[in-house]
């Protein structure tokens, strides 16, 4: 969200979240509608209702890309957020910083050079999900995690934080990326469900119930870290 080098790819209405966002980039992407705020506080105007200028409570997107603050508490409350407030049963959630490539860029104390954090428990926690599909994508430099099959009727909480499998220590099988699939792999997975849609670019300010529209969450929690 911050330099606007995702959203303006976007040829629909568009949404971002960050404390950090540039001045004027609302100027420069005219279909991106800009919260300077964290997350938290973004889905609590929306849950009181009435709090987000522009926004209904009731609105829906079609892809959610979620790059927090790096920490497993803040992506799941993202991910929760978004799947209460923002999904249809066609949503793709994309979550960064999945697949660190070495213990330190995977701890929770941030070091230097990449860092990922503990965001790697997130593909632990959804697995027990069983209404979830999901693909882990072989990126550099921390990899993606794909997520659909949300239905809006009957929410699933995810499993509590403190997982006994869930140490600080990063397994060996996410170092490896045992589990990835390539881009071109996850490309066509996508492709293979992907509804077909025309989403005219430069379209209408968003209205409740709007789809096509790309939703950008970054940094959640009040220790942001700039991107």
């Not at 105007?45 to 829906?60: E, K, T």
């Not at 809006?152 to 060996?172: G, I």
């Not at 469900?193 to 119930?209: H, S």
Request: hydrophobic share 40%; proline share 8%.
């Amino acid at each position: 969200v911050q330099h606007g080098h995702s959203l303006w790819l976007a040829t629909c209405p568009a949404i971002g979240i960050d404390t950090h966002a540039d001045p004027g980039l609302e100027t420069r992407i005219p279909n991106a509608t800009i919260y300077r705020m964290t997350s938290d506080k973004f889905f609590e105007g929306l849950a009181i209702g009435g709090l987000i200028p522009g926004l209904s409570p009731v609105f829906s997107t079609d892809l959610v890309f979620i790059d927090g603050d790096h920490l497993i508490e803040q992506v799941c409350r993202d991910f929760e957020h978004v799947e209460r407030w923002c999904c249809h049963k066609d949503t793709l959630v994309v979550l960064d910083d999945v697949l660190p490539y070495s213990q330190g860029m995977g701890s929770r104390t941030p070091c230097q050079g990449d860092w990922s954090g503990d965001a790697w428990k997130t593909w632990y926690l959804l697995e027990s999900r069983r209404d979830l599909d999901m693909r882990l994508v072989d990126v550099a430099p921390a990899g993606l995690l794909l997520v659909r099959g949300f239905e809006k009727d009957e929410l699933n909480p995810l499993p509590p934080l403190v997982d006994e499998r869930l140490d600080d220590t990063v397994p060996e099988e996410v170092l490896a990326r045992s589990w990835a699939v390539s881009p071109d792999e996850a490309i066509e997975w996508v492709k293979s469900w992907l509804p077909e849609r025309t989403v005219q670019a430069g379209g209408p300010p968003l209205a409740p119930g709007d789809v096509g529209v790309p939703f950008e969450v970054a940094p959640g929690g009040e220790a942001d870290q700039d991107r």
